[in-house]
């Protein structure tokens, strides 16, 4: 991964609440958290417990919040 891509990663999602769903046939993991830290492999490693997600291969989306009127 160029450093190009690794930057536009963090600008993505870094600090961002996200939905993560990853289908890991040990430790399945499906919930709301925010990403802490995106690796130099483009992982994401973030509070929604255990694994890092990867974008493109898990799912991945942010999450915007909308006050109620």
């Not at 769903?21 to 690796?39: A, E, K, T």
Request: proline share 4%; charged share 30%.
């Amino acid at each position: 991964m160029d450093k190009q891509e690794l930057q536009d990663l963090k600008d993505k999602y870094l600090d961002k609440m996200v939905y993560v769903q990853i289908d890991d046939p040990y430790h399945p993991i499906s919930g709301f958290g925010r990403v802490l830290r995106v690796d130099d492999a483009g992982q994401l490693h973030g509070t929604w417990g255990g694994l890092a997600a990867i974008p493109g291969i898990d799912h991945v989306e942010i999450v915007h919040f909308r006050k109620e009127d």
